[in-house]
């Protein structure tokens, strides 16, 4: 008997719309990510609450009205371990205005969702947010559980994010280690 179809067989997220979440959209029925707390995150609309209360904006992909992934973004700061930043360009600001990727989850039969969600978030930012609001960075606090051995900056990383705190000990002792990229040669490829 041949494998059942899936709901994302065959699909390129590549070419999928990424929509920004509204009230309108009732979507997500069936949605499972590998990481548990993201499914509980959505269904108990812990997402939608805190898009409805101004904390973060949330976009998603769906097909044929399944949710493929969704990833918020907010207002952050960020402040690196290693002095400031950006000293060589005589900026000598200690802490830095950023968007902070909050949340990133795929479906786990949606290959390549989360790629395309973050590939999409960072075009966002550096054409649509950077040139309207003085942000240089994007930052990430990439989920770290020694228990089930789980570290998923290295996933970012493959983007390019450094880490802020790159001799902080293991396993963190918030639960993840927080990261960040800077947008400027996004910024500059596009001009």
Not at 137 to 154: C, G, H, I, K, R
Request: with cysteine; hydrophobic share 40%; glycine share 6%.
């Amino acid at each position: 008997m041949p494998p059942r179809a899936g709901k994302f067989d065959s699909v390129t997220f590549l070419t999928e719309n990424v929509e920004q979440l509204t009230p309108e959209l009732e979507t997500g029925q069936g949605f499972r990510c590998s990481r548990p707390e993201f499914n509980t995150f959505w269904r108990k609309g812990r997402v939608q609450r805190e898009v409805m209360a101004s904390v973060c904006r949330c976009w998603i992909i769906r097909h044929n009205d399944a949710l493929a992934g969704y990833i918020t973004l907010l207002a952050d700061k960020l402040s690196a371990s290693d002095g400031p930043l950006l000293a060589s360009e005589n900026i000598q600001y200690e802490t830095f205005p950023a968007v902070k990727i909050g949340l990133l989850a795929a479906d786990e039969r949606a290959k390549g969702a989360g790629a395309c969600l973050i590939d999409w978030a960072l075009e966002f930012i550096a054409t649509e947010i950077a040139q309207k609001l003085g942000v240089r960075f994007v930052t990430v606090d990439a989920l770290y559980d020694p228990d089930s051995d789980y570290d998923v900056s290295e996933y970012y990383r493959r983007w390019g994010f450094e880490y802020a705190y790159p001799d902080e000990p293991l396993p963190p002792q918030e639960g993840f280690r927080t990261l960040y990229l800077d947008l400027l040669p996004f910024i500059d490829a596009l001009k």
